[in-house]
Nanobody
Framework: QVHLVGSGGGLVRAGDSLRLSCAAS????????MGWFRQAPGREREFVVY????????YYTDSVKGRFAISRDNAKNTVSLQMNNLKPEDTAVYYC????????????????WGQGTQVSVFP
């Protein structure tokens, strides 16, 4: 499995931007599709976005379409999530995750998880 370390969270005002990063260990990063999930207080963890192994395919949950952008750099073993026009409802702990599957949108699809990074958006 791949080891993941997420970073980049913070406390921002609504409308601001943040960029989350996830660094992966190992030589097989390019064999994993990657995703970001989030968990708000009192709620279940939910899917946010997915990116394919090569980065040519992405899939976003509706609530972040047009505001968030995922990217990956297989040479640097990193995946990033650019979050623009943040809203208070984006407040959550964000987790990066890796899957050997071609595509994944469910927690059960992902076998490796980062430790989570807190994003807090105030009005």
């Amino acid at each position: 499995q791949v080891h993941l370390v997420g970073s980049g969270g913070g406390l921002v005002r609504a409308g601001d931007s943040l960029r989350l990063s996830c660094a992966a260990s190992g030589r097989t990063f390019s064999s994993y599709a990657m995703g970001w999930f989030r968990q708000a207080p009192g709620r279940e963890r939910e899917f946010v976005v997915y990116i394919s192994r090569s980065g040519d395919k992405t899939y976003y949950t509706d609530s972040v379409k047009g505001r968030f952008a995922i990217s990956r750099d297989n040479a640097k073993n990193t995946v990033s999530l650019q979050m623009n026009n943040l809203k208070p409802e984006d407040t959550a702990v964000y987790y990066c995750a890796a899957t050997r599957l071609t595509i994944g949108t469910r927690e059960a699809d992902f076998s490796s998880w980062g430790q989570g990074t807190q994003v807090s958006v105030f009005p």
